[in-house]
C-alpha cells in the first residue's frame, strides 16, 4: 500500500526473445562509440507504474491486467510480467 | 551470470518526483477512457539490461555507470538504479 491505502502495480512489458529491439541495438552501437567495454548485447523494457484507489490488491491486478489488454503491449510481440508493489501481499502474474 | 558466463547488469531510468511525466499523464487518461477503474496515477520507468561479457560484477556494473552517464540518463531530471541481475552476488547502486 502506499502511504494514502493505494496499491502500485507495476507492469512490465519487454519484447519476447527473438524480436528484433531496434532502440536497443541502437544504443549498444553508441555505448560501444562511447567507450563502454565488454559490452555483449542491450534489451530494453518499459515499466508503468499504476496506482489505484482500491486497496484491494486483487482488483487492482484485474484493473493492470484490463490496461495490457486493452492499451499497454501487444500479446503478438511482448511479454508481460504485472506484480503489486508496495503492497503487504505482492503478487505476481506472468503472461509471455 | 547468464549461461554463456556473462553478467546482466539492469539499469532503471525514471523521472524524479516532481518532473511531469507526459507519457504517463496521455496514459492515465487513455486507460481511464477505456474502461480501466479506479487509477489514481500513472509513472513510466525505462528499464536497460546490458549484458556484458566480464564474469567480473564490480567491472559490468562500473561499464554500467558509465552507460548511465554517458547516454542513459539526464542526472537534472533521472533517478536512476543499477543492479547486477542474474549473478551470484547481485548488488545495487541507486543514484537520486
Redesign the interface.
Known amino acids: 500500500m502506499d502511504p494514502s491505502g493505494?496499491i502500485t502495480v507495476e507492469v512490465?512489458v519487454e519484447l519476447k526473445p527473438g524480436v528484433a529491439d531496434a532502440e536497443?541495438l541502437a544504443?549498444e552501437k553508441?555505448?560501444t562509440l562511447?567507450?563502454?567495454?565488454?559490452?555483449?548485447?542491450?534489451?530494453?523494457?518499459?515499466?508503468?507504474?499504476?496506482?489505484?484507489?482500491?486497496s484491494d490488491p486483487d482488483?487492482?491486478l484485474r484493473?493492470a491486467r484490463?490496461?495490457v489488454d486493452?492499451?499497454?503491449a501487444n500479446p503478438v510481440i511482448h511479454q508481460v510480467e504485472i506484480r503489486a508493489v508496495g503492497s503487504p501481499s505482492a503478487r505476481t502474474s506472468r503472461a509471455v
Chains 1, 2 share one sequence.
Open positions: 493505494g512490465r536497443a544504443i553508441s555505448l562511447l567507450g563502454v567495454n565488454g559490452l555483449r548485447g542491450v534489451r530494453t523494457v518499459r515499466v508503468y507504474r499504476l496506482t489505484f484507489g482500491s482488483e487492482a484493473q484490463l490496461a486493452r492499451l499497454l
